[in-house]
């Protein structure tokens, strides 16, 4: 009696022991990918998203997200429980990197990129005394498409307001989609996200409207409907000598 007494004491403290020893080794793993996500965190702060570093390398925002969010992702199917996915959700969370969007009364942050049509650069600073809808694209997003046309139908309607769109991704690409469309309205070029990121929205289509004094004159559109929206109601913003 004594001897399964003590043969079932033992198996107890086994099955308690190799379970903390599994806890310990969830909370090390756990432990690393925060480490991770932190020093991928900094090297994004310190990229400021694909400019040059030093040896003339270009970082792409995308493939440090892609591997940011794999490593959650990775962390929460070896571990096989939520417990895990929330700790990877927590991390993302206390992200130094602002996505919300810049909210209205913000002054815009200033930049200067290329035309699509090749007639030199452009700076947002250049255009102060006339609001301007800046919108945020990319030659394969979908709803981006679906927008375009309304874009276009709103620069024609009126003049007061300038419709400035950041793309992004390949020259040709966007020159075919510029075509399709018929688009008449300037169009940029960023190298992967680095405006997005002045801009705190890594997504597309985002629509900002800009008062003539370089000033956010309301919180970030985000999609087709807030965009079209968003240009419904700019006429508020037309300078009063503007104004029929």
Partial sequence: MNYFAFTACALTWLVIGLGLWLGSQLLRQNGRMLLRLEELEKRLDELEFAEPSGNGDHKALPELQQTDQSLVTSAATRNGNDRSARFGNRSLVRSRLKRDGLKAGTVAP???????????????????????????????????????????????????????????????????????????FTVLLQQQWEISRLYAMFATPVGYLIDEAGVVASDVAVGVEPIVTLMSNAKILKPAALVD
């Fill in 110 to 184: 200033n930049f200067r990129l290329p035309r699509l049509d090749g007639r030199g650069d452009m700076s947002l600073e250049e255009l102060r005394g006339r609001p301007v809808l800046l919108v945020f694209s990319d030659p394969h997003c979908g709803p981006c498409q679906a927008l375009a046309p309304e874009l276009e139908k709103f620069q024609r309607d009126q003049s007061a307001i300038l419709i400035v769109m950041i793309s992004r991704g390949d020259a040709t690409e966007n020159r075919a989609k510029v075509k399709e469309h018929g688009l008449t």
